[in-house]
């Protein structure tokens, strides 16, 4: 990620992993490192057909958008582009 994180804990305490793990988990196609595309085709490949959230952890989340609407709305294009690419 750009700026690495320094190998130091964090005013809360959080060690390097923690911190990855409770700041850098944004949404799909909004960053990050998962491959969700490829997780998401896996899952579906199971038969499995149930609902499908998004956990984001996002410490950056304040910066980037202007209230929980234009976050909900972003949240739900990006899981129905990974669909789309998933069917496709």
Known sequence: MTP???????EEGL???GQWSHDY???PYDGGY????????????TGFRGWLSVEVFDGK???KYDGMK???DKAMKSIEK???????
């Open 61 to 63: 989340g304040p910066e």
């Open 82 to 88: 990974m669909l789309q690419e998933a069917e496709g």
């Open 34 to 45: 998962l491959p969700t595309v490829d997780f998401l085709k896996a899952t579906l490949g």
């Open 70 to 72: 234009p976050f909900a």
């Open 4 to 10: 690495p994180l320094k190998d130091e804990t964090d």
């Open 25 to 27: 988990r944004p949404l």
């Open 15 to 17: 060690r390097p992993r």
